[in-house]
Nanobody, 119 residues
Framework: QVQLVESGGGLVQPGGSLRLSCATS????????MGWYRQGPGKERELVAT???????NYADSVKGRFTISRDNAKNTVYLQMNSLKPEDTAVYHC?????????????WGQGTQVTVSS
């Protein structure tokens, strides 16, 4: 089992920045990949960014160059630095952890944190 706790959401003006945090209940080294997903009003959940245990990263085209995913191994925490925020970034952001046990893939989700970009 992996418990995930997100924080850092809030209200920000267009062009502003926020940093989201996702703290895990177990060593981040035991997690194969972590990521951030978001679900905007009336939209389906979509991938924002992922980071593997080896440090490889992947981003949605809509956030490339503006968002950065990173992790602090000592704190078992993954971050999402969001710059140049746009109103279309408004969504509930969820942290995700993927753990493979043999051929079985387990997905874990945090409760989500609201990000609102508005003037």
């Amino acid at each position: 089992q992996v418990q995930l706790v997100e924080s850092g959401g809030g209200l920000v003006q267009p062009g502003g920045s926020l940093r989201l945090s996702c703290a895990t209940s177990r060593s981040i080294f035991s997690i194969n990949a972590m990521g951030w997903y978001r679900q905007g009003p009336g939209k389906e959940r979509e991938l924002v960014a992922t980071i593997t245990s080896g440090g490889g990263t992947n981003y949605a085209d809509s956030v490339k160059g503006r968002f950065t995913i990173s992790r602090d191994n000592a704190k078992n925490t993954v971050y999402l630095q969001m710059n140049s925020l746009k109103p279309e970034d408004t969504a509930v952001y969820h942290c995700n952890a993927v753990v493979w046990v043999g051929a079985i893939k387990a997905n874990y989700w945090g409760q989500g944190t609201q990000v609102t970009v508005s003037s």
